[in-house]
């Protein structure tokens, strides 16, 4: 594969940059079918027998080759993010206990539609399933084989339920909203067998909340008022592809860069990329060193698997360049600029919480779409539409109206090109529809996302998502 996009042993930075084209997992799927059938040489040196599945937040499952180097990869940057932990806290404590990670089923499944190798070994699975060494399951983390093998996630709470509450845990991992799953099946299970539902009794000693996969914000009080004061939360950045980034400072300096365990990285900024082609977007590149604070970028990814200049479809901004921190903002298929108004995800959950923290609400999940107004005049005329969970029980009663013009608000003082837009006749105040408690559960478990490594997507640029919750909603406005 090196060969056929023209890289040479040796070759410096200028010439691959000028000769390789970017590529997206459509580009490089073909291959990666060839090496699913037995191909050998294809992205990378030998045969690769192991595949990771990513979510599909965006689109449909990807399976992307997990070769001995990347899974050395794997290990080496979570050694490096427990390593800054550690650095930030002061102690080593956090390894006296077990660790508790909250995943998809680590269960190894052979592709059917693969030709078998000769130990008919083709198979498909997760990071966990095919990157940690054996010693850690049997000394350090949780849960054990047969519960993180399980594909029910209801069923997988209940056994973790069990199964831990006796544990000494000090580290908690996974997606926020699904660590408050465990929490609602923990007390759950408490209550049935009369035993303590308050999670700092039961896990003492846990220290570290290990959050990813979705921004913290929307989950931070009532995690904070779960597991205690005494648990720090960690964020780790990291996909089927690769480990991106951990916390090695506090969570406002941003998260540093793994810039040294096997990964190259190149950046593109986020306009480049949105107002050129593909063919122009190798050009558009720039390494690491040439990166700059406060600017949107998409990463590229260089990787052990073959991957090569690989588009990863997530932004970034970097907080700082000595050394190189940042914090994940969206995705380049999750933002809003049906009207030109370029509002990225972490705008949009930013002003959520911001104004829920004012009136002490709760937000369960959200979602925001485009919603398009007909014209006589062609012009593409408009308004954002807020679909918005909160938690009931709150003493200040919520409605869609005060939430909208205060979202409106904080959107004109924070985003860039809001005001512009709303202030010509594109675009008009935002529509925000509060739904009944479930709706949001409903729609994941119908399109089988509920649990595990699953995420709800914050905004698309189309009414996909939103006109499916329109069909199966009981909102107020």
């Not at 996009?5 to 997992?25: H, L, Q």
């Not at 479809?313 to 190189?324: L, Y």
């Amino acid at each position: 594969h090196g060969r056929s996009i023209c890289i040479e042993r040796g070759m410096d930075y200028r010439n691959f940059r000028s000769r390789v084209t970017v590529s997206g997992y459509e580009h490089v799927a073909p291959q990666i079918e060839r090496m699913k059938r037995g191909g050998a040489n294809v992205l990378w040196p030998g045969q690769c027998s192991l595949y990771a599945t990513s979510a599909g937040t965006t689109g449909p499952i990807k399976a992307v080759p997990v070769t001995t180097e990347m899974r050395q990869h794997f290990r080496r940057a979570e050694i490096a993010s427990m390593l800054f932990y550690t650095a930030r806290v002061g102690s080593s404590t956090v390894f006296q206990g077990r660790h508790l990670t909250l995943g998809a089923s680590t269960a190894l499944r052979h592709i059917a539609s693969a030709r078998p190798f000769a130990a008919n070994e083709t198979t498909l699975g997760g990071i966990r399933a095919v990157a940690l060494p054996s010693w850690v399951g049997r000394h350090l983390s949780e849960p054990s084989d047969d519960i993180a093998r399980l594909t029910d996630w209801a069923a997988k709470l209940e056994q973790i339920a069990a199964s831990c509450e006796q544990l000494d845990v000090t580290l908690l991992g996974g997606i926020p909203n699904w660590m408050l799953n465990l929490v609602e099946a923990i007390r759950e299970h408490g209550t049935r067998n009369g035993r303590p539902r308050d999670l700092a009794a039961i896990w003492p000693h846990l220290e570290c909340l290990v959050h990813s996969g979705v921004p913290l914000g929307p989950f931070q009080d009532e995690l904070r008022q779960a597991f205690g004061s005494n648990a720090r939360f960690h964020e780790v950045y990291c996909a089927a592809e690769g480990f991106i980034a951990a916390q090695d400072a506090e969570a406002t300096a941003g998260l540093r860069l793994m810039a040294n365990v096997g990964l190259f990285f190149e950046f593109i900024a986020l306009r480049d990329f949105a107002d050129t082609g593909r063919l122009a977007w190798g050009e558009k590149a720039v390494p690491l060193e040439q990166v700059r604070s406060g600017i949107d970028y998409v990463i590229l990814l260089t990787t052990p698997a073959g991957l090569c200049r690989y588009i990863l479809g997530d932004i970034v901004r970097f907080v700082s360049t000595e050394p190189h921190r940042l914090m994940y903002v969206g995705r380049t298929d999750l933002q809003l600029n049906a009207f030109g108004e370029h509002v990225i995800e972490k705008d949009l959950t930013d002003v959520l919480v911001t104004v829920c923290n004012r009136h002490r609400w709760t937000i369960k999940n959200f979602h925001v779409a485009p919603m398009f107004d007909n014209s006589l005049t062609g012009q593409t005329r408009g308004r954002h539409e807020w679909w918005v969970e909160l938690r009931p029980g709150t003493t200040e009663t919520p409605t869609g109206p005060l939430l909208a013009a205060e979202l409106d608000r904080e959107l004109l003082a924070r985003s860039p090109d809001y005001p512009a837009r709303r202030s010509g006749s594109s675009l008009e105040a935002p529509l925000v529809r509060l739904v009944m408690p479930g709706l949001f559960k409903h729609w994941m478990r119908s399109k089988d996302r509920w649990g595990a490594d699953h995420k709800m997507p914050r905004c698309r640029g189309d009414r996909l998502i939103a006109d499916e919750l329109m069909a199966i909603a009981c909102f107020t406005d």
